[in-house]
T-cell receptor, first 115, second 113 residues
Framework: DAGVIQSPRHEVTEMGQEVTLRCKPI?????LFWYRQTMMRGLELLIY????????DSGMPEDRFSAKMPNASFSTLKIQPSEPRDSAVYFC?????????????FGEGSRLTVL | AQSVTQLDSQVPVFEEAPVELRCNYS??????LFWYVQYPNQGLQLLLK??????LVESINGFEAEFNKSQTSFHLRKPSVHISDTAEYFC???????????FGTGTKLQVIP
């Protein structure tokens, strides 16, 4: 089975532009998480979904960030407008929580550079 | 609230020497504990986990971790490291019944030939 698929792997954009990151979770998984990784702050949870419904978005830094999950096989994280401090690696992870074990399966990440 | 502390940001060790990566957690309820490994330019992968039962858990590549409830610790150990173990290691905690997984800041293990 394919793992979590993220696109693009690398994105370079200019300040003020809109950025959209995409994620396809593992088929059958019912939880989806968006994390951001930076040198300064480590791995931060931005938002997570259960059965396509956002459960906790308290980690979303500000209104410039939004995330959607229109169906079980696709999610987006959008930044509009982007700023240089948004530069980071953004990871998507999915999980099957039937046993309440909490194991996460990560994608390879999207490295965002905002100039 | 739950949190994880990894005090060591970098740990250099010679090949074939033992290593311990420290992890302490805080949570007001029962916990599940995890170690994930991240190789360069890749996502995180699960290395091992403690859910219940035996407090000593092992991975397939020789790592082990012991859950110590009284010390709220979950240190990762390997008796003899290999060059291929060079990576960043993240400790993580999930409180029972709560779906959010909180990660530590990571420890970079550098194995020196």
């Amino acid at each position: 089975d394919a793992g979590v698929i993220q696109s693009p792997r690398h994105e370079v954009t200019e300040m003020g532009q809109e950025v959209t990151l995409r994620c396809k979770p593992i088929s059958g998984h019912d939880y989806l998480f968006w994390y951001r990784q930076t040198m300064m702050r480590g791995l931060e949870l931005l938002i997570y979904f259960n059965n396509n419904v956002p459960i906790d978005d308290s980690g979303m830094p500000e209104d410039r960030f939004s995330a959607k999950m229109p169906n079980a096989s696709f999610s987006t994280l959008k930044i509009q407008p982007s700023e240089p401090r948004d530069s980071a690696v953004y990871f998507c992870a999915s999980s099957l929580m039937d046993l309440n074990t909490g194991e996460l399966f990560f994608g390879e990440g999207s490295r965002l550079t905002v100039l | 609230a739950q949190s994880v502390t990894q005090l060591d940001s970098q740990v250099p060790v010679f090949e074939e020497a033992p290593v311990e990566l420290r992890c302490n957690y805080s949570s007001s309820v029962s916990v599940y504990l995890f170690w994930y490994v991240q190789y360069p330019n890749q996502g995180l992968q699960l290395l091992l986990k403690y859910l219940s039962g035996s407090t000593l858990v092992e991975s397939i590549n020789g790592f082990e971790a012991e859950f110590n409830k009284s010390q709220t610790s979950f240190h990762l150990r390997k008796p003899s490291v290999h060059i291929s173990d060079t990576a960043e290691y993240f400790c993580a905690v999930k409180s029972g019944g709560y779906q959010k997984v909180t990660f530590g800041t990571g420890t970079k293990l550098q194995v020196i030939p």
